[in-house]
């Protein structure tokens, strides 16, 4: 691995998503938005609930007015048309998102995502106005085999293929560790480190180094409120994707509290 990180710029706002997966009923999500938004402060990092697509409204609703965003968990690439369930970046936008999560390690499992599709989702979200939060991240398999920098590349290289700098100007990164997902084995900071430092290596060198400084790449796998202050105390992560932990209010406060710990004191 190659030395020190890429600098820091002050445009990196941390930037805190909770990602709630496939749950709660309607009245389970109007409560937790709620407590959410009472539980965030004027000064904290950026904030978001992305939820599935019913509940979109309904969070919206509850958290507007606050700097708590709402966000989804996938999109389609095409404006609108034959597609039986599937939901467009405009949809998402009216519905009230102002980002949207593109290429889950779930959706490439379970769903058959590649990198092609990753790449026209963010197209399709860009160009509605929404932050994308572009997921990469290697397998167990990868990881033993060595091929963690060469799966994060392909990843990265795919999503961005065919943009300018200036178009990527929003975009997000969530490097999660496939196998930190829902498992509870976090990746230790100076792992999420190592690969947070590539990335934005990868992305100077690739695209463009303006860009790169100022991309915020948030980290994800099994974030917890006892393991956020040390993650945030790595110069190159951003902030988080949370799981689990974003479905228990207290928990995922105090994870957005980051801030008043060492971890926030490198930012200011
Ligand atoms: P986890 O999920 O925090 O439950 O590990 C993270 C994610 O899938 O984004």
Redesign the pocket.
Known sequence: MEDSAVMTSPLRKPFIAG?W?MHLTLAESLALAKEVRSGCGQNGPDVALCVPFTAITVVAGAVQGSSVLVGGQDLHWEAQGAFTGEVSARQLADAGCRTV?IG???RRRCFGETDETVNKKLKAALGAGLVPIV?VGETLDEREAQKTYRVIETQVRGAFAGFSPAELGTVVV?Y?PVW????GKTAAPAQAQDSHTFIRKLVARAIDEKLAAGMRILY????KADNIDSLMAEPDLDGA??????LKAANFVRIIQFKTQAGMERKA
Do not use: P, Q, R
């Open positions: 990602n997966k999560v889950h390690s779930e997921c969530a999660e930190a997902i829902g498992t994800g796998g099994s974030v994707l949370v799981g689990g932990e974003s």
